[in-house]
């Protein structure tokens, strides 16, 4: 089974992915939505095939979400995985690729969706933060989700070191959840996660 990255920025859960030896193979394509960002020059040197969809070249969200549509219908992978990928989607788009799409996102959801995660839970006095994998969805953060991993909070933490802690968890927790995907072992039916047949209540398996 194919996986195509949606990425954003420097890319290294995209870099995570490439590294893999068993999920390299399956890779079949980058697209990033902001011209010179270090994921392209990441692909480039893979070898993998890029696109280029800048946001701001189209009049409108509706009309730059069509034109990802197409470009991903193009290259028609199994899977789309959203690796830093900076954008909200509409509904309509959401829905054309529903039950197809995982995202990455720095906090145990459902705490902390959106941006500054890491500051966030230190400020709230929290003794754990943490990575998420779930499938993705027109709800921010929202969609159901696959795996978590927990990262202890140190009372010498701040954003930065914190981050980079989590960071570590995301790079091992990511591409084990896409072997799963290329080996057909991980869906979603229902808004349920199931894995190897079964339904999922637990997040601990990656």
Not at 26 to 37: K, V
Not at 45 to 70: K, P, W
Not at 90 to 118: A, C
Not at 123 to 143: F, I, N, P, R
Request: hydrophobic share 40%; with cysteine; aromatic share 6%.
């Amino acid at each position: 089974m194919s996986i195509l990255v949606l990425a954003s920025g420097g890319g290294s859960n995209f870099q995570a992915l490439l590294d893999d030896a068993d999920l390299r193979p399956h890779l079949r394509g980058l697209i990033c939505n902001r011209p010179g960002a270090g994921c392209l020059e990441r692909a480039r040197a893979s070898g993998l095939a890029s696109q280029v969809l800048d946001h701001q070249g189209f009049e409108s969200r509706q009309a730059f979400d069509e034109a990802l549509a197409q470009a991903i219908l193009d290259i028609n992978p199994d899977w789309i995985v959203m690796a830093g990928f900076m954008r909200i989607l509409g509904e309509p788009f959401m829905r054309e690729f529903d039950g197809k799409m995982v995202n990455i996102h720095p906090s145990l959801l459902p705490k902390y969706k959106g941006l500054n995660t890491h500051q966030r839970a230190l400020d709230a006095g929290d003794t754990h933060a943490g990575v998420s994998v779930h499938w993705a969805t027109a709800e921010l953060d929202g969609g159901p989700l696959i795996a978590q991993r927990s990262v202890a909070i140190e009372p010498s933490d701040d954003a930065s070191t914190l981050a980079a802690r989590v960071l570590q968890q995301e790079h091992q927790v990511y591409p084990a959840v896409c072997r799963a995907l290329t080996q057909g072992r991980l869906q979603m039916k229902n808004g349920t996660t199931w894995l190897d047949g079964q339904p999922m209540d637990h997040w601990d398996r990656f």
